[in-house]
């Protein structure tokens, strides 16, 4: 059995010493949107926050499903670093659309320099997938993280991607294994807006129509969610999680994180989330 805790857009931001010619690109959007509304809905002390849950929760690993940053700068991953050299357990981490923000962040594979600790794995003749095994369960980390013009913030995988996923997943299927896939954004319709879906999510959906999966985890929409893709033997679970440092108050939509228990068995889901004061399970 493995035990983790799922987190996402998290956007740790620091941005000391960044020089005004690295805003001549979409960050200068970015940045405007940090000023007027992103940067008043963040607080990344309570990432902090979580952080302190994990000896209690008797963790065995920390998942975080991409945007750990804002602007894809050199001085947010290293602060996602030191952030993360803090967590008592392991983590496993794969990109959001935020840590690919600009051509040259995506050319230069920023993030894969600086996470490379954290995406360690089997691979096929790519960087993504990669497959981390516990006992019999299997993490399966997927990019949609691609750069994208202002304004825009959709994602894909690209055929060669989800065919060594496909063939993946059914190695992994064929072995007895739990399979949970990591996405940052959702594989299915109606959770994001033209400008902000995963393009490629039908070729995605048919991926796992026919290799199969046990769970699907996501984040990039910052709420709460549940829905299924079709399986080879039934539904396939997809859950989402809100922004791990979200301000906001709104109902699904307050600072979350869930906690899985995952074995060849089956799987349960405890869902914490910040009420103004401390983290809670809506169920305790």
């Known amino acids: 059995m493995l035990r983790f805790l799922h987190t996402s857009d998290i956007h740790l931001l620091r941005l ?10 979409k960050r200068l959007t970015g ?35 991409g945007d750990l940053t804002n602007l894809a700068l050199e001085s947010e991953f290293e602060l996602c670093v030191e952030k993360f050299e ?17 051509r040259g962040s995506e050319r230069t594979q920023r ?3 600086y996470m490379a600790p954290y995406m360690q794995g089997e691979r096929e003749g790519g960087d993504y997938p990669f497959v981390q095994r516990f006992d019999d369960v299997a993490l399966v980390g997927v990019s949609s993280a691609v750069a994208t013009p202002p304004f825009d913030a959709t994602g894909q995988c690209g055929a060669a991607q989800l ?18 896939v990591l996405v940052h954004h959702p594989p299915v319709d109606g959770l994001s807006k ?14 796992i129509a026919a290799a199969g999966a046990e769970l699907i985890l996501h984040g990039h929409e910052h709420v709460n969610s549940e829905a299924s893709l079709p399986g080879p033997d039934g539904p396939v679970p997809v859950h989402g999680i ?13 600072a979350a994180f869930s906690v899985y228990d995952v074995s060849s068995s089956g799987f349960t889901r405890e869902l914490y989330e910040w009420n103004g004061t401390r983290y809670a399970s809506p169920n305790a």
Do not use: C
């Open 86 to 102: 803090t967590i008592p357990v392991p983590l496993t981490v794969i990109p959001g659309n935020h840590d690919t923000y600009t």
């Open 194 to 207: 033209p400008n902000h879906a995963l393009t490629d999510r039908a070729a995605f959906g048919e991926v």
């Open 31 to 65: 940045r405007l949107n940090l000023a007027l509304h992103r940067g008043k809905k963040q607080d990344q002390s309570l990432f902090d926050r979580m952080v302190e849950q994990v000896e209690a929760l008797a963790l065995d690993r920390f998942v975080v499903t």
């Open 163 to 180: 065919g060594r996923l496909r063939r993946m997943l059914t190695a992994l299927g064929e072995e007895g294994l739990a399979r949970v």
């Open 242 to 254: 809100a922004s791990g440092t979200s301000r906001l108050q709104k109902p699904g939509r307050a």
């Open 16 to 25: 000391d010493g960044v020089t005004p010619w690295r805003y001549l690109n």
């Open 111 to 113: 993030f894969e320099h």
